[in-house]
C-alpha cells in the first residue's frame, strides 16, 4: 500500500498550533526563571550595581559599574547561568575624578551636600550621617555618582569628621579632597570657637585624613566692647577681642608691670573697628600707671577713669592718652590725683585759751617739791583724792575742759599763791574725767596734785605748778605728743569686731537690720579717734559683668559710709573704695559663698 505525505500535512497543522500555544503560555516563566537565577548569580558575585532583563533565553546587562573591569565579571556571572543563550552587554562605567572631591556647606538653617559619591549606597549612608550630625538643619542633597574615590572605609571616616564640626559653624564649608580635609567658616559663638580649635587639632583627625587648612574666626560681635580693671595688684581683663591681639595684650601686662597678675577672662571675637588693637595697647599701658583705674572701649569709644599718684602723672597720663587716641575714637577720661590725708585736729579736750608757758626757772622750781616730797602720792589714785577744803571758788570738774574758761591769773605776784592754793585744791580730780588711754604718765601729773598737803609745800613752789593745771592739763611745759592718743583710738577700735562681714542681697546696696550693731559700735570706737581714716571695702559676687558689680560694690561701701556719717563720725575720715568680684573671700562655687563675697571690709589707716 503505498504513503499519500499529503495526508500528512493536514496532521502537522493542529501540531504546529498546540506548540504555538504552549510556548506562548510558558515564554514569560521561562524569562522570570532566568532573570531570577541571573540576579541571583550577580549578588553572589558582587556585583549588586548590575541589573538583567531577558527576551526568551537571551539575556541584557545594563548598570553603572564602578571600575573598568566590573562589566566583564557580571557578563560572565550570567552566561554561568543555565538555560542563558547569550549576553548582550550595556553596562556604563560613570566618569572618573581625580581628585575625588566631596563638600558640606552650610548658609543659615540649610546645609547642601555636593560633590561625588562611588554608588547609590553610600549615598544613602552619606545622607543619614549628615541628618543625624545636623538635627534642625534643612539637608539637600547634590551629590552625583564618579568613579575615583579613595579607600571608602576611611574617605566616609573624614566626611563624617567633617559633617560634625558643621553644627559649630554659623556659616562656612567642610571640603574632602582625596583624603584631604579642609574646614572654614565662621564660628556660631566664642564657646563653639574653642571647640572647633580643639578638635581641628592633627593628633584629633581620624586615622588617614589630614587638616590642609582650618581657617575659622570667631563670631562678629557688635557693639565691640572690651574693658580692664587695674587694682589691688590685678589686671582683670574682659569682654571681647580679636584673637591676634589678645597675646600682644597680656605681652604688655608682663612687661610693663612684671609684678602684677593679669586675669584674662577676654572671649575671641571680630568687628573691632580699624586701628583697635593699637588703642587698646595704649589704654591697657597708661592705667598700668595709675594706683587703681578701669577702662572701656566700646566700638569706637573710648573711657578710662582712675587714681594717679600725684599730678605730674595724672598730667602725663592725660597727654599720653589724648596722644595715643585717633581721631576715629571718642575718649573720655577721668583721672583724678590721689587725696592727701588731712592732719590731724587739735584734742577738742583741751581749753580754747592759748596756755600760759612758764620759764625754765618756774618749771625747775615746780618739779622741785615732787622730787622732795614722793610720800604723800605712792601711787596715782584718782579716784579717791585728798578733801577738799570748801571753797566758792571751786567748780565741777568738768568745767575745767569748756572753752569758756577764764583767762589764767597771773603767775608773777607770789603773793596772791597761799589764797590760790587753797582754792584750787581740787585740781586732780579733774584729771580722772579724760580716757584712761589718753592721760599722761604719773609724772607729769603729779606737778599739780602737790598743792594738797599746805604743810609740806612751800607756797610759791605751789603756786607756780597749779598755774599750768588750770590752763591746760597736762602741764604746758610737757605737753603729752598725740602718739598715744593714736595709740589709744586703735585699741578701741581693736576691741570692735571689724573683721565681720557686712552681707547684702543679691544685686542690692541696701544694708540688712543685723549689720546695724556692728556699724553703731564701730561709729561709737571711731568717733574720738580724730586724725585716723577708715577704708570702707566694697567687695560683689560674679553674678554679672565686672562693670556692673565694680559699680555695685562702690554703691554698697557709699551705703556703709552714709550709715557712718548719720552714727556720728565725720565724713572725712571715711574713704570708700570698690573692688567687684576681684577681691573673692571665698571661691564663688556655691550660693552661700557667694553670698559671704557679697561684703564690706574696713581698714584702718593713721
Known amino acids: 500500500m503505498r504513503c499519500n505525505w499529503r495526508r500528512w500535512l493536514w496532521g502537522l497543522i493542529p501540531l504546529a498550533m498546540v506548540t504555538w500555544v504552549a510556548i506562548t503560555l510558558e515564554h514569560g516563566r521561562i524569562e522570570q526563571d532566568l532573570a531570577a537565577r541571573a540576579q541571583q548569580s550577580l549578588s553572589q558575585g558582587g ?171 570667631p563670631p562678629v560681635v557688635s557693639p565691640f566692647v572690651w574693658s580692664l580693671q587695674s587694682a589691688g595688684g590685678q589686671v582683670v581683663l574682659t569682654g571681647h577681642a580679636p584673637e591676634s591681639a589678645r597675646n600682644a595684650l597680656r605681652g604688655i601686662i608682663k612687661s610693663e608691670a612684671p609684678t602684677v597678675t593679669a586675669v584674662d577672662k577676654t572671649q575671641p571675637g571680630e568687628g573691632a573697628p580699624q586701628g583697635w588693637r593699637e588703642v587698646a595697647e595704649a589704654v591697657l599701658k597708661q592705667v598700668l600707671r595709675l594706683q587703681a583705674g578701669d577702662a572701656e572701649i566700646k566700638d569706637t569709644t573710648v573711657t578710662v577713669s582712675g587714681v594717679a599718684a600725684d599730678d605730674a602723672s595724672a598730667k602725663s597720663i592725660r597727654a599720653a592718652l589724648r596722644s595715643a587716641v585717633p581721631s576715629g575714637f571718642k575718649l573720655t577720661h577721668q583721672i583724678s590725683v590721689k587725696e592727701t590725708p588731712a592732719p590731724a585736729p587739735p584734742r577738742t579736750d583741751a581749753p580754747a585759751s592759748t596756755p600760759t608757758i612758764p620759764s625754765p626757772e618756774k618749771e625747775a622750781q615746780a618739779k622741785a617739791p615732787v622730787d622732795a616730797a614722793p610720800a604723800p602720792f605712792p601711787s596715782l589714785e584718782l579716784e579717791s583724792p585728798p578733801p577738799i577744803p570748801p571753797t566758792k571758788d571751786l567748780e565741777p570738774p568738768v568745767q575745767q575742759a569748756k572753752p569758756a574758761l577764764p583767762a589764767p591769773p597771773p603767775v608773777s605776784p607770789p603773793a596772791a599763791a597761799p589764797e590760790a592754793k587753797t582754792a584750787k585744791a581740787p585740781d586732780p580730780p579733774r584729771l580722772q574725767l579724760e580716757p584712761p588711754p589718753a592721760a599722761p604718765p604719773a609724772k607729769d601729773l603729779m606737778p599739780p596734785s602737790v598743792p594738797a598737803p599746805p ?109 557712718l556719717v548719720e552714727a556720728g563720725m565725720a565724713r572725712r575720715q571715711l574713704e570708700t573704695i570698690g573692688y567687684g568680684y576681684d577681691r573673692p573671700a571665698v571661691p564663688n562655687d556655691t550660693p552661700e559663698n557667694m553670698a559671704k563675697n557679697r561684703r564690706i571690709e574696713f581698714v584702718i589707716r593713721h
Not at 89 to 108: D, H, I, M, T
Not at 470 to 477: D, E, I, L, M
Open 455 to 563: 604743810k609740806q609745800e612751800p607756797p610759791k613752789a605751789a603756786a607756780e605748778p597749779k598755774t599750768s593745771v588750770a590752763v591746760s592739763p597736762p602741764p604746758a611745759a610737757a605737753p603729752p605728743p598725740p602718739a598715744p592718743a593714736q595709740d589709744a583710738c586703735t585699741r578701741e577700735l581693736g576691741k570692735v569686731d571689724t573683721s565681720g562681714h557686712i552681707l547684702f542681697d543679691t544685686n542690692s546696696a541696701k544694708l540688712d537690720a543685723a549689720s546695724f550693731d556692728l556699724l553703731n559700735r564701730l561709729a561709737a570706737a571711731a568717733r574720738s579717734c580724730n586724725g585716723l581714716r577708715i577704708a570702707i571695702e566694697g567687695h560683689a559676687d560674679t553674678d554679672g559683668s565686672a562693670r556692673y558689680n565694680k559699680r555695685l560694690s562702690v554703691r554698697r561701701a557709699r551705703a556703709v559710709e552714709n550709715y
Open 47 to 217: 556585583e549588586s550595581w548590575a541589573t538583567v532583563k531577558f527576551a526568551g533565553r537571551d539575556a541584557v546587562l545594563s548598570g553603572r559599574a564602578l571600575s573598568d573591569e566590573q562589566p566583564a565579571d557580571a557578563a560572565r556571572s550570567i552566561r554561568r547561568v543555565w538555560g542563558v543563550r547569550a549576553v548582550e552587554n550595556n553596562a556604563a562605567l560613570p566618569k572618573k575624578v581625580e581628585p575625588f572631591q566631596w563638600s558640606a556647606r552650610r548658609r543659615g538653617n540649610r546645609v547642601r551636600l555636593v560633590g561625588y559619591v562611588p554608588n547609590r549606597a553610600t549615598r544613602q549612608t552619606i545622607i543619614g550621617v549628615a541628618k543625624a550630625a545636623l538635627p534642625g538643619l534643612d539637608v539637600v542633597d547634590q551629590m552625583s555618582t564618579a568613579r575615583g574615590v579613595p579607600a571608602v572605609d576611611t574617605w566616609l571616616a573624614g566626611l563624617s569628621f567633617g559633617l560634625k564640626q558643621l553644627p559649630l559653624l554659623k556659616r562656612g564649608d567642610v571640603r574632602l579632597e582625596g583624603l584631604n580635609l579642609t574646614v572654614s567658616g565662621e564660628a556660631e559663638d566664642a564657646d563653639a570657637y574653642r571647640k572647633l580649635t580643639a578638635a581641628l587639632a592633627n593628633d584629633r583627625m581620624p586615622k588617614g585624613i589630614t587638616l590642609v587648612a582650618a581657617t575659622i574666626t
